[in-house]
C-alpha cells in the first residue's frame, strides 16, 4: 500500500497572505497609500472639532489675508478666517456629498442595469436607449440643469437637492456597466430555477443577481465618489453647490480665484491642492479595487 503523501502546513506568512487586506496591500501599493490617505481624511473629517485649530467660521478683520505663519499654518482668507480649518472642515463637506452622491446613483444605476439585464427584450431596448440620451450629456451639465430647477433643501445641514443632482447623472453611466456584468448571469441555471419556483421578478433581481454585481458596484462607488466631490466643487465655484458661510473647497475657490489670487494666493492654492489630491487618491484606490478584484487582472 503506498504510503500516504504528506504535504507541508502552510506557514504563517502565507496564512497572512490568505487574509483578503493583506492580499490587497502585498498586490496593490499604491491603491494601499491612496486607501491610506482616504482613510486619514475620514478620520479629519469626523473629529474636525478637536483637529481644527480654530473655528471656520470666526471672522477677524485684523487678520485679514495674512500669509502662512506658525499662528496660521496656511493662511488666513479676505475676512481673516483661518484656511487650514475651513479645509478640514471642507473635508466633511467633500466626503458627505461625495460618499451620498455616489452610493445613491450607483445604487439606482445598479438596479436599473440589473433590471434591465433581467427583463431583456423591449424592455431592455427602450431603457438601453434612454441610457444612451442620458450619457450623451457631461455629468456637470447635468448636474447644473438639475440644481437650478430643484433649488436648495438643507436637511441637516446637507443639501438633498444637491446630492440628487450630482447622484442622477451617474446614474445612467452605471446601469451600462452592471447591465454587462447582469447578462452574464441572467441565463445561468439558478436564475432559471428561482423563476420556475414562482420568485418574483423583484426577489430574484435583489436576492439573486444584484449580490453577484457586487464587484463592479463596489469599484464604480469608490470611482464615482471622485467624481462626485469634483462635480460637488464645480457647483460650489458656480454659486450653485454649498452656500457661504458653510465651508467646502469650491466655494473656497471661488470666493480667492477672482480678486485675491495675486495677492493671496494660498487662498487658491491650498483648496485647490485639497480637491486635486482627495479626487486622485479615490481615482488610485478605485484602479487599484478594480485590479484586484478582477481575476483577470490579478497577475
Known amino acids: 500500500m503506498a504510503a500516504t503523501e504528506q504535504f507541508p ?17 502585498l498586490r496593490q501599493p499604491q491603491g494601499t497609500i491612496s486607501g491610506l490617505f482616504i482613510l486619514t481624511l475620514i478620520v479629519v473629517a469626523l473629529f474636525a472639532d478637536v483637529v481644527a485649530p480654530y473655528d471656520p467660521l470666526d471672522v477677524d478683520f485684523v487678520g485679514m489675508l495674512q500669509a502662512p505663519s506658525l499662528e496660521h499654518l496656511l493662511g488666513t ?10 479645509i478640514i472642515y471642507g473635508a466633511r463637506t467633500a466626503l458627505a456629498i461625495g460618499f451620498l452622491a455616489s452610493f445613491v446613483g450607483c445604487t439606482i444605476g445598479a438596479l436599473i442595469g440589473t433590471a434591465s439585464a433581467y427583463f431583456g427584450g423591449r424592455v431592455d431596448l427602450i431603457v438601453q436607449r434612454v441610457v444612451d440620451v442620458a450619457m450623451v450629456f457631461p455629468i456637470i451639465m447635468l448636474a447644473l440643469v438639475i440644481v437650478a430647477i430643484l433649488g ?28 454587462a456584468s447582469a447578462l452574464s448571469i ?23 443577481m444584484m449580490p453577484n454585481v457586487v464587484g463592479p458596484y463596489l469599484v464604480l462607488l469608490t470611482a464615482y465618489i471622485a ?73
Open 152 to 179: 436648495r433643501n438643507l436637511v441637516l445641514g446637507i443639501d438633498v437637492n444637491l446630492i440628487l443632482a450630482i447622484a442622477l447623472p451617474i446614474a445612467p453611466k452605471v446601469a451600462r456597466v452592471i447591465r
Open 77 to 86: 482668507d479676505n475676512v481673516g478666517r483661518d484656511i487650514l480649518s475651513r
Open 186 to 208: 441572467v441565463n445561468m441555471p439558478y436564475i432559471d430555477a428561482a423563476r420556475a419556483a414562482g420568485y418574483s421578478h423583484v426577489r430574484i433581481i435583489l436576492r439573486h
Open 227 to 299: 467624481q462626485a466631490i469634483l462635480t460637488e466643487a464645480s457647483l460650489s465655484f458656480l454659486g450653485l453647490g454649498v452656500s457661504e458661510p458653510q465651508p467646502a473647497w469650491g466655494l473656497m475657490l471661488s470666493s480667492g480665484s477672482a480678486s485675491y489670487y495675486r495677492d493671496a494666493p494660498w487662498m487658491v492654492l491650498f483648496p485647490g491642492l485639497a480637491i486635486s489630491l482627495t479626487v486622485l487618491a479615490f481615482n488610485l484606490f478605485g484602479d487599484a479595487l478594480r485590479d484586484w478584484l478582477d481575476p483577470r487582472l490579478r497577475t
Open 9 to 25: 502546513s502552510p506557514t504563517w506568512r502565507e496564512r497572512l497572505r490568505d487574509w483578503p487586506i493583506v492580499d490587497f496591500i
